[in-house]
């Protein structure tokens, strides 16, 4: 095997000469962002932004280095960074050329600060009138009470019925309709894990009545409270053997440690019952009178834009709910000359279906609708062959409720002497 030469002294040296020169060109990549530098961001606070601030012709210019520095604070690219510090530091020296007295870049200055101020008040008034139509729409889907009220019950005390009604207040009835059946779930399942450990408990008293000759009893037909009470006087009698016999033998069920398996299961079940006793008491809470002083007067407010609205009507205007009513019925010198069945007609035409009678009774009508065959479909007139085998079920139901019928006599005949 071949040893691998030593290298001369002078090729040595020569190497660490070559690494003093290269060493210092290597790129060294710091472990911080750019954007956490003092490098970078002392220079672009204090000698870039400030001075552009200080240097700007107008406030709407002013503005608007205030606006583009907020819009790139969160750049963290670097050529993305350099491109805007760039074009940051030729906004500078125009400003500084401006304010030296360069006539061209004051004009250009002085149009980039009309045009920003222009768009700046056009902006704004987009925000009013954007502003003005959500308070229009927010006004027009307003809930409003009428005077009626939600009666209480286990979900929810004596409530106003807002119209429409809040979002808030039916995920409020919900939520608590839905933690209701999970409690009564979970009393369930804790009412079968306590008789489980109960039955374990008498099992192992049986155990050891049975090592010391004797009878346990039985407890076979015991449930609930009365299976409960059983076990826990076995409990403590098993306590009182042990420490009277002292005996070596430790019960994992019964004794003292069935205290401890009930502790748990009473401290869950007493808060359901403080949580069904919160329910009884919202469901029994006295309406609060000043809510029932606003429903009567919302009643009255009620019955006062009634009657301005019939006035209104008198006098000629029309509103919305003069147009449904004259959409709901004819009017009523021609409805008193029609017969009930043109009445019940009149009615299914008026309807928004177009399926089943009331989609027949529009198309004998002539009424344009906008699935024409829709009728035929659900009834299956539109299938030739479902229209056959429709037909044959309907002889074969007539016929076997002919023969039912022709049974149900023959057996009611009285007997022949």
């Known amino acids: 095997m071949s040893l691998v030469p030593i290298p001369l002294p002078c090729s040595a040296a020569h190497r660490v000469r070559i690494a003093s020169v290269i060493s210092p060109l290597k790129r060294v990549r710091p472990r911080a962002p750019f954007y956490e530098l003092s490098a970078h961001r002392v220079p672009t606070l204090w000698s870039l932004y400030r001075n552009l601030l200080k240097h700007a012709p107008g406030e709407n210019i002013r503005f608007r280095v205030r606006m583009m520095f907020r819009k790139n604070q969160h750049v963290v690219k670097a050529h993305s960074a350099k491109e805007q510090l760039m074009m940051g530091y030729k906004w500078l020296e125009y400003f500084k050329r401006a304010e030296q007295g360069d006539i061209k870049f004051q004009n250009i200055l ?19 009138i954007l502003e003005a139509f959500n308070w229009e729409a927010k006004l027009r889907s307003r809930p409003i009470f009428k005077g009626s009220f939600i009666r209480p019950s286990f979900d929810n005390k004596l409530l106003p019925r807002l119209i429409p009604q809040p979002a808030h207040i039916t995920g409020m009835i919900v939520r608590r ?62 306590v009182q053997l042990l420490h009277k016999e002292h005996l070596l033998w430790a019960p994992v069920y019964t004794g003292g440690a069935k205290f401890e398996w009930d502790e748990p299961f009473l401290k869950r079940q007493a808060e359901l019952k403080e949580c069904m006793m919160r329910d009884i008491s919202r469901y029994r809470a006295a309406p609060p009178a000043g809510l029932v002083l606003q429903g009567k007067q ?11 609205q019939r006035q209104r009507e008198r006098s000629g205007e029309v509103t919305a709910a ?77 016929a076997e409720n002919e023969r039912r019928r022709k049974h149900s006599k023959l057996d009611a005949a009285p007997l022949s002497e």
């Open 177 to 238: 309709r839905l933690a209701r059946d999970r409690r009564w779930q979970q009393r369930e399942t804790l009412k079968n894990w306590a008789h489980d450990l109960r039955c374990e408990s008498l099992f192992e008293y049986a155990l050891l009545k049975s090592a010391r000759g004797e009878n346990a009893g039985v407890a076979q037909h015991m449930r609930g409270r009365m299976l409960g009470e059983y076990a826990n006087r076995c409990a403590g009698e098993v």
């Open 322 to 398: 003069t147009i449904k009513r004259r959409r709901s019925a004819p009017p009523a010198h021609v409805r008193e000359l029609m017969t009930p069945r043109q009445l019940l007609m009149d009615k299914a035409i008026r309807e928004a279906s177009e399926g089943g009678w009331s989609g027949t009774v529009k198309a004998h009508m002539g009424v344009h609708m906008y699935m024409p065959e829709k009728w035929k479909a659900e009834g299956g007139w539109e299938d030739e062959e479902k229209k056959k085998l429709l037909d044959d079920m309907e002889r074969e139901i007539r």
């Open 110 to 128: 002085n149009r980039y600060e009309r045009m920003i101020a222009s768009k700046r008040e056009k902006t704004a008034w987009k925000m009013r």
């Open 298 to 308: 919302a009643r009255r407010e009620k019955v006062t834009n009634k009657t301005i």
